[in-house]
């Protein structure tokens, strides 16, 4: 069974970059028809997906997050992280890293983590 871990800081402060990574147990981020996401959840509202990095470490965006988020891999860990760069409050959220087997088929999901952004 695939297992995912979000790791990074709990607080980041407005302008600053939001970075994550997502551990991957039971299964590798190269395995075909594997795709990679990052979702999120501000309080009291719905899911939103941010993007995704496929098997082959091909990128893909949600428009309206595209100018100032970024998904990379490292297959040697293999862990896939995220960058949200200029972040503000409305930034705050539940943070998951999601496998999907085959697209958009959301299977498996980390447990989340709260990211605050805050001065």
């Known amino acids: 069974q695939v297992q995912l871990q979000e790791s990074g800081p709990g607080l980041v402060k407005p302008s600053q970059t939001l970075s994550l990574t997502c551990t991957v147990s039971?299964?590798?981020?190269?395995?075909?028809?594997?795709?990679w996401s990052w979702i999120r959840q501000p309080p009291g509202k719905g899911l939103e997906w941010m993007g995704a990095i496929t098997y082959g470490g091909s990128t893909f965006y949600s428009p309206s997050l595209k100018s100032h988020t970024s998904i990379s891999r490292d297959t040697s860990k293999n862990q896939f992280s995220l960058q949200l760069s200029s972040v503000t409050p409305e930034d705050t959220a539940v943070y998951y890293c999601v496998r999907a087997a085959g697209w958009p088929h959301f299977v498996d999901w980390g447990q989340g983590t709260q990211v605050t952004v805050s001065s």
């Open positions: 039971g299964g590798s981020i190269t395995t075909t028809y594997y795709y």
